[in-house]
Structures are given as C-alpha cells and as structure tokens.
C-alpha cells in the first residue's frame, strides 16, 4: 500500500514535463474561468459603453460597438493565458513560446478590433462623402487585407520568423504566378475601372443587349453578380463588363412611352384633332405621366400609313418599377379605347382593297352590282 501511494504521489508530483497535477487542474480552473468571465465581461464593458454613447443622436457609435464585441471577447481568454505563462514553470523554448503566443494574441486581439470597426467607418463615409457603394465597398475589403497583412506580419515577427526573406521568396512566386493569373490581373483592373467610371452600382438594372440583363448585387475583385429576372446568378468576370455595351437603366431618369395607334380612314379632321386633343390633356393632367423638360408630350397624326392614319403618342413616366410602369399603361391603353371611341372613331387593322376592271363572263366590261341583302 504504502509502495502504491509513492507511486501515486511521484505521478502527482512529477505530472507532465514537470508541471505537477495541482498545477495543471489550476491551470483548466484559470482558463474555465477566463472563459466563464468572457460573456460577463463583454456584457459590463458593452453595457458601460453604451452609457457614454446613448445620448449622441449618430449610429455609428453604436455600430462601432456592436463590431467590438466579439474582439472584447478575447480580452478574458488572453489575461488567462498570460496567468499562466507566469503561474506554470516553464523555462527555455516552452517558457519563451508562452510569451510570444500570449503577445501574438494580444496583437491578434487589437488588429482584430481595429478590422471590425472598418465596417461602420466606411458606412459612414459612404453616406456623407463621394465614395459610392462599390468604391466603399472595394476600399473597405482593402483596408481589412492590408490590416491582415500587418497583423500577420507582426505575428510572424514575434515568433521569430524574419520577414525580409519570406517577402523576397513572394517576390519571386509572385512572378511565377502573374504570368499564369493574367486574366486575374485583368479582372482587378477592369472591376476598378467599372467603379472609377461609376459604370453602375449594387440595385441597378443593367443590360447588354442579347447577351444579360439583371440586377446588379455584388461587384466583386475578379467578377460581378448579376441576378438575372428568372431569379439565378449570373457571375461576369469584371473584365467582359468593362469591353461591351452596358446600359444602365438604374440611371434613368424617365421611362419613355413611344406608341402609334391606327385610325380608321373614315375618321374626319375634326375627330382626329380632337381626339389628339384629349390624349394631350389626359398626358398633361395625369399623375402618372412626368414632365420631362427636355421634350414634351404629344399626340400627333404623323402619317397616312396603307390602312389607316398613324397618330404618334409620346409621353415619359417616373422611373417606377416594371409592376407600376406596366400599370400606367394599362390605365393609359383604357383613357385611348375611351377617346377614341367616345369621339366616333375606330382602330384600323391591316387590310387589303382589291378592285376589278373586268371579268370573263362580262359584256360590258362592268362589274354587276351587289346586293348586300341576303336571298329569301
């Protein structure tokens, strides 16, 4: 008995590379509590700061917070960390990794922050400066790699590894790949210049003509989304959009009503101005129809076509929706039907006239006369 409890106060005492069992349970007891703090800590500091800021009228402290909660987060876990670094014994390699894990958590912990808080920033200058919703969006992706980047390289640096060489090797792999990612370069280039030039932006309507026409959702390093109106995806690389014809309709500032309609021949010159007459005053009394001042509205007899006379109506709408734009019309087609039949008039359809000299069977060289009575 007492050989076996030597043997178990050796093990107890000797533990793991010299850490003994009391040791190690205190050690999982600090980090159990570190992370049993983390949710109250974040919740009083949060709580704390929201104190100072609920009395500013701006949301973007309160964005600011929201994207801080989860690098307060790691505060708890780091200060566990560096207890033990202090709390253990260890020495040599396992003593100076400790130490350096715990300095790459905090660096890790403040850079961490720092990205999170890129979100709201640009959120704002997208909102009171020029940048546009691309261009921000682009910027903000930017300044989050360039701060990954920076944090890695100070990481690498804590452990020891030296940078100088690493980014001479990448200079070098980065040659080798350029020449086999041309078209990614090519993709980049072309998605800065579609922002650059403001081509379009994410929630316009965007069409090339017999190839794509959608929304646009994301303008991204190598491609664009484009939700075409069936609902799917459509991916574009950057550099097709900045080599075609795009048009934007997300810019427009009216949509167009171009119609003609047909009138029979028998309509005399006083329905047919009137008739014009009312179209133009339904165009100029309806909400629906906006005023463009760079051309106005009109309904105007503009040809003698092969069956009928061409009356042209031409009038501009706000840039609606295509439920909405399709309403108006609609309502438009049904004040037509009523002007044109209310003034007596009626809608041509294509038609042929065929006119016969003379027949076979005929002496005279007349045609008979034909009775539109029906026979008893």
Request: proline share 4%; net charge negative; charged share 15%.
């Amino acid at each position: 008995m007492n050989e076996f409890l030597n043997i178990f106060n050796e093990i107890w005492t000797n533990g793991l590379l010299g850490v003994s069992m009391t040791q190690i349970i205190t050690a999982m007891g600090i980090m159990l509590t570190s992370l049993l703090c983390r949710a109250f800590f974040i919740r009083r500091v949060l709580t704390w700061l929201e104190k100072l800021t609920e009395n500013t009228e701006s949301s973007f402290d309160d964005a600011v917070l929201d994207s801080l909660e989860r690098p307060l987060g790691y505060v708890p876990i780091v200060i566990g960390l560096y207890i033990l670094t202090i709390y253990l014994p260890m020495s040599g390699n396992m003593g100076e990794f400790g130490s350096n894990l715990v300095e790459a958590l905090v660096a890790f912990t403040i850079f961490s922050a720092l990205m999170n808080t890129v979100s709201p920033i640009f959120s704002v200058l997208s909102s009171t400066t020029w940048l546009t919703p691309s261009m921000s969006t682009w910027l903000e992706r930017a300044v989050r790699m360039i701060l990954g980047i920076i944090c890695l390289a100070i990481i690498l640096d804590i452990f020891g590894i030296e940078i100088g060489p690493l980014v001479a090797g990448l200079g070098l792999f980065s040659v080798a790949v350029a020449l086999g990612a041309q078209d990614l370069f090519k993709n980049l280039i072309a998605g800065i210049l579609i922002i650059g030039e403001n081509r379009f932006q994410p929630g316009d309507r965007i069409e090339v003509i017999g190839e794509m026409h959608g929304m646009v959702e994301q303008i991204g390093f190598r491609s664009t989304t484009v939700r075409l109106f069936n609902t799917s995806p459509m991916v574009i690389p950057n550099k097709d959009l900045s080599d075609v014809k795009v048009i934007n309709h997300g810019e427009m500032i009216y949509r167009r009503l171009n119609w003609t309609i047909n009138l029979v021949y028998s309509t005399t010159v006083e329905q047919l101005a009137k008739i014009c007459a009312d179209i133009e005053t339904y165009m100029n009394d309806s909400e629906d129809i906006a005023e463009n001042p760079g051309q106005e509205c009109f309904a105007r007899a503009v040809e003698f076509g092969a069956s009928s006379i061409d009356v042209q109506i031409l009038c501009y709408t706000a840039p609606v929706n295509l439920t909405e734009f399709t309403a108006i019309k609609q309502n438009f087609i049904y004040e037509i039907m009523g002007v044109v039949r209310g003034n007596g008039s009626e809608f041509a359809y294509p038609s042929t006239s065929l006119y016969v000299e003379s027949t076979p069977d005929s002496t005279d060289n007349l045609m008979p006369v034909v009775s539109d009575e029906k026979p008893a």
